[in-house]
């Protein structure tokens, strides 16, 4: 066992059985319908050899039982806890009835063990087993689930902990894993289903209504008109909600309040993996400070904020110094208000501290629809980062004359960003947001007052001249007229929450990048849909219309922009691959492995393909993955004929 | 501006102590996060030691020292001094100009930022500007552009810290032009997994990631008449089966009465078989057969329509009859859904049906036939199940009318309609 292991009583009470089942794992907690807490950590797994068995089995969330798919009988599936250097051997029997697999979310693995059936494997037979086994070449917090069909929507999801070779650099006097997850009483299936059927209002109660215009709240009617003349929904901020979904932490609802203990003082850090199917989380942990120390498994730069942002698929660890001697709550809402995971950090067994009503549900707004800047009243849109999002507009698609851009566009030569504009005195964003800065705010906006974009008709929302390479088709609702680099912004709804936000730009590397080479190319990719239908693609393209692969070199190194054609966000996923964030910060850039691209919105990284296979690429919204947004990319040795 | 000049003059404080450094970020425009990130220094002129993890585990590390030496390094090659920039943690514009790690010299190292509130980039200055201030992303295109900037407003352009040292290569270069390389045509894991044992997988792949196919059954009417004289039913549902672009439809509608003078009996039915296939995102082309049931003689008609949500979200559809007589008729409806709470929608709903001709076998005149309004309030007890009651007026007009009134039946009438919608 390794030693990182001893003085850690997060262990407490797991079963560290050095690689066998984890059978003592999941203690249910029937007795306690409505919990004062549950102090449970996570069932543990560890060693060189580690047998994870994938059955069917029930669940208890808050009080009520629910079918599952677990592993080793636990949901979330048990914590694997490995060191970086050792070599991994995880046999994985699939006890079910179908097909299944465990991909390893984060891990850079042989391409062979990357764990996508008809990718990188056949997958697992039922009542077989299957045995992975790889060098484990990097440490962080990562997680893994199934890719196969929809389980991982049942609880076919876990989280990994793979301690450094040496030192931690991030110290700590405990820890905790916080998985968050939503789970659904009914059938994965049955819920792709509705969504095939009616599209994105089914699971969504927060809709406009008569109502809701005559008591003036939303939007006033002639938005509503122009949204409504569009097809366009501002309430469709998540396909499924808290209408059918229960969020949990750590396989607990709400109610049952799974509860993490520290002592007064100490320096706790809390790993946070969002196992959604398809639920951003925006978490917080009113009255502390949280310090983002690690974003997708690797370590960053410090950045104290009071809540962030958790897309599908991604993991950050946090650190929180607790220093009175009493409960706080741990908020994990669900993006679009419908609901939230809590959870208590506390002292002792049976504390609660008080947990905030949900928040209002956030509208989707123009910028949203990729339209750019023409709502902003002020300098809204250049939040954080004026010129970087200018740098990232689209500035050749923009048929306006738009004075910044086309100074822009024309290298920056002779931009001036209005030296008589006056600086505020004070700046109520705390650090990184340049957003409310009138000094930047009024000549830009004025240009884009005089841009006469204000009426909404007056833009081709689905003009495919501005995305050459995306199959127009019934799949394709919408095209971005004017997407935006919107990294620098807080996440949906988290723009006036009244506090610090973590956005991607505050995110810097504690290494420098591996490859800091210029790419060798660029290349776009559209994320495209279309909510009427519930199709979802890359360019216009289903992985089941079996296209060719996206093709790479070996060692090739491509800036890929994403362009989100469509108003919900999408968490991309790379398999194989750490790739850097283009948010200005050079040879620093954060590195992930998993981005989500705002509504509207659009995202740069610079890859290094140096994993040689073919990977999956797609968005982590398992329903938008389901509906066809996937494809492979293919990393081919160089002078290999294709 | 003000507030700018301000901030350079604090600048040489700031240097003699740290904390005050610290406040810097909350300088109005400027926003540097110097204590979120304290800004590991470059590397490159560094007189200090450059430990970043050490320094990243402190914020309130003092990023000053090494900022200075940048510049002081720099003898003013480009005609710019940094050196107003020692106090500006987040800006370190000297970091990557100087920076080791930069292949090669650059041009813009040691700007004159203390002269930022005026400052001008002079073209011979020129070049590329992404190298050196990779916090402001300038485009591609921009690349050997001359500068003119006027970098009066660079609070505003992302100076927010991002600039703090992160060196001249990575993601702020630009991308180059290389072609993509061709896509393979084969499989890799071919190459692990032989003798065919990717290929069912494989197959289950695609399936499952775009090709699932799915059904709806849908009665968006199906109501009890209440009207004056002769109470009556009514049904108009549709179903479908199949994947995202094609499908197999089927639709039914009719009506009948219920104890009426002459009994009870069913005045109209008909059913469709329609293929159905996605035009755009909202439109479906529907060709098909319709065969009606009643009223007798029966009828076959081949059918061509459209059906989709038009602007404004209302559910639409227009079809062409042609009937095995030669007959062409047609048919327009449209329902809107207004939701008055999340669970509470009223449906107004408009059917039109047309003629080319004249068809006194089944008693219809040429143009429009006849009209429905109807005005329906639902509640989603489920989505999939909303009673609901309403009222639906019913207008036979033209030559139909003519029709009717000679066959001494009503051309008009009033329903008080109470139902349930559902679907599966």
């Known amino acids: 066992m390794p030693p990182v292991l001893n003085r850690r009583d997060l262990f407490r009470g797991a079963a560290l059985t050095g690689g066998g089942l984890a059978l003592s794992a999941w203690m249910p907690a029937w007795a306690q319908p409505v919990s004062a807490g549950i102090v449970k950590p996570l069932p543990t797994v560890t060693g060189n050899d580690i047998t994870l068995k994938i059955a069917h089995q029930m669940m208890m969330i808050d009080g009520r039982a629910s079918h599952a798919i677990g592993i080793n009988g636990t949901v979330p599936a048990p914590l694997i806890r490995l060191r970086q250097g050792q070599t991994a051997r995880l046999s994985v029997i699939n006890d079910l009835d179908e097909d299944s697999s465990i991909h390893w979310h984060g891990l850079l693995v042989p391409f062979q063990f990357d764990g996508v059936p008809g990718i990188s494997f056949p997958g697992i037979k039922p009542k077989s087993t299957f045995v992975y086994e790889f060098p484990i070449v990097q440490a962080g917090t990562y997680w893994y689930h199934s890719h196969s069909g929809l389980q991982e929507q049942m609880g076919h999801y876990g989280p990994i902990v793979i301690d450094p070779a040496g030192e931690d650099p991030i110290k700590s006097d405990r820890e905790h894993v916080i998985v968050l997850s939503d789970h659904s009483q009914m059938h994965p299936h049955a819920i792709f289903r509705k969504l095939k059927q009616v599209g994105g209002g089914y699971f969504n109660y927060q809709r406009q209504t008569l109502a809701g215009l005559m008591a003036k709240e939303d939007q006033p009617l002639k938005d509503r008109l122009d949204w409504g003349k569009m097809r366009m929904d501002p309430t469709d901020v998540s396909d499924v909600t808290g209408s059918t979904y229960t969020y949990l932490v750590n396989g607990h609802g709400p109610r049952d309040n799974w509860t993490a203990l520290f002592r007064p003082g100490e320096r706790v850090r809390l790993r946070f993996v969002n196992a959604s199917a398809m639920t951003t989380f925006n978490v917080r942990i009113p009255g502390l400070k949280l310090t983002v120390v690690q974003a997708d498994g690797l370590d960053v730069r410090p950045v104290e904020v009071d809540e962030f942002q958790i897309a599908v698929a991604e993991t950050y660890d946090i650190i929180v110094t607790p220093t009175d001697d009493r409960a706080y709550t741990l908020i994990g809402e669900s993006v679009d208000r419908s609901g939230m995971a809590r959870a208590t950090l506390a002292p002792r067994e049976g504390m609660a501290a008080e947990v905030p009503a949900l928040r209002k549900r956030p509208l989707a707004d123009m910028k949203d629809m990729g339209m750019g800047e023409m709502d902003m009243g002020g300098m809204q849109g250049m939040d954080a980062s004026g010129g970087s999002t200018m740098a990232g507009m689209d500035h050749a698609a923009m048929g306006h004359d738009m004075p910044t851009g086309a100074a822009a566009a024309g290298g920056m030569a002779g931009m001036d960003m209005g030296s008589g504009a006056s600086m505020p005195t004070t700046d109520k964003t705390p650090g990184g947001s340049m957003a409310r800065m009138p000094g930047m705010g009024a000549p830009a906006g004025d240009a884009m007052a005089g841009m006469a974009m204000g009426e909404m008709g007056g833009m081709n929302m689905r003009d495919g001249s501005k995305a050459p390479q995306v199959k127009m088709g019934p799949g394709v609702q919408t095209i971005s007229p004017m997407p935006m680099d919107r990294t620098g912004e807080p996440g949906q709804g988290l723009e006036d929450v009244g506090h610090r936000v973590l956005v991607y730009r505050d995110l810097m590397a504690v290494d420098r990048n591996p490859d800091v080479r210029a790419p060798d190319r660029a290349m776009e990719i559209h994320l495209t849909g279309n909510m009427e239908r519930y199709m979802w693609s890359f360019d216009g393209v289903k992985l089941s219309d079996k296209r060719e692969p996206i093709p790479f070199l070996e060692n090739e190194r491509v800036r890929v922009t994403l362009v989100n054609d469509t108003m919900m966000s999408h968490p991309i996923h790379l398999h194989g691959h750490f790739f850097e964030l283009v948010t200005g910060h050079g040879e620093y850039s954060p590195r992930k492995h998993t981005v989500n691209v705002a509504p509207g919105g659009k995202v740069s990284f610079d890859v290094t393909a140096n994993a040689i296979g073919d990977w999956a690429f797609h968005c982590h919204m398992l329903y938008h993955m389901h509906a066809g947004m996937m494809r492979v990319v293919s990393v081919r040795p160089r002078g290999e004929a294709a | ?424």
């Open chain 2, 1 to 424: 501006m003000k507030a700018l000049l301000l901030l350079i003059s604090v600048a040489p404080l700031a240097l003699a102590a740290p904390a005050n450094a610290q406040s810097m970020q909350n300088m109005p425009g400027m926003n540097m996060p110097a204590a979120k990130a304290p800004p590991k220094k470059k590397p490159a002129a560094k007189p200090a030691t450059p430990v970043k993890r050490k320094t990243a585990a402190k914020p309130a590390a003092k990023p000053t020292p090494a900022k200075r030496g940048a510049p002081v390094a720099q003898p003013k090659a480009a005609a710019h001094d940094m050196s107003g920039m020692g106090a500006m943690p987040g800006m370190d514009m000297s970091g990557t100009a100087g920076s080791k790690a930069s292949p090669k010299p650059d041009p813009h190292a040691g700007h004159d930022m203390s002269s930022m509130p005026g400052m001008t980039m002079p073209d011979t200055a020129g070049g590329t500007m992404n190298h050196d201030m990779p916090g402001m992303n300038m485009p591609a295109g921009g690349t050997g552009q001359p500068m003119e900037h006027d970098m009066s407003s660079m609070p505003g352009m992302s100076m927010d810290g991002q600039m703090a040292g992160h060196g001249a290569g990575g993601t702020s270069l630009a991308p180059g032009n290389a072609p993509a390389p061709a896509a393979p045509s084969d499989h890799y894991a071919d190459r692990i997994y032989q003798n065919g044992a990717m290929v069912d997988s494989r197959s289950m792949l695609h399936n499952e990631h775009g090709a699932s196919t799915s059904s709806m059954i849908l009665f968006n009417l199906a109501e009890y008449q209440v009207r004056n004289g002769r109470d009556g039913y009514r049904w108009d549902g549709e179903a479908w089966f199949g994947k995202d672009l094609d499908r197999l439809t089927i639709k039914s509608e009719g009506e009948g009465v219920l104890g009426g003078r002459n009994g009870t009996f069913m005045e109209t039915a008909e059913i469709q078989a329609l293929y159905s296939r996605a035009l755009d995102p909202y439109w479906n082309l529907q060709a098909g057969v319709r065969y009606d049931f009643k009223p007798n003689p029966s009828r076959t008609y081949a059918t061509i329509g459209i059906e989709g949500v038009a602007p404004y979200w209302f559910e639409t559809e227009a079809a062409l009859f042609l009937s095995n007589k030669g007959e062409v008729l047609g048919r327009i409806e449209g329902y809107y859904d207004q939701r008055i709470t999340q669970r509470l929608i009223l449906q107004p709903r408009v059917e039109l049906n047309l003629s080319a001709q004249d068809v006194p076998e089944t008693r219809i005149g040429a143009g429009i036939s006849n009209a429905e309004f109807g005005l329906r309030l639902r509640y989603e007890v489920r989505r999939e199940f909303a009673p609901y009651i309403g009222v639906s007026y019913d207008r036979k007009l033209g030559k139909t009318a003519d029709y009717a009134r000679a066959d001494g039946e009503g051309v008009k009438a009033t329903s008080f309609v109470i139902g349930v919608r559902t679907w599966f």
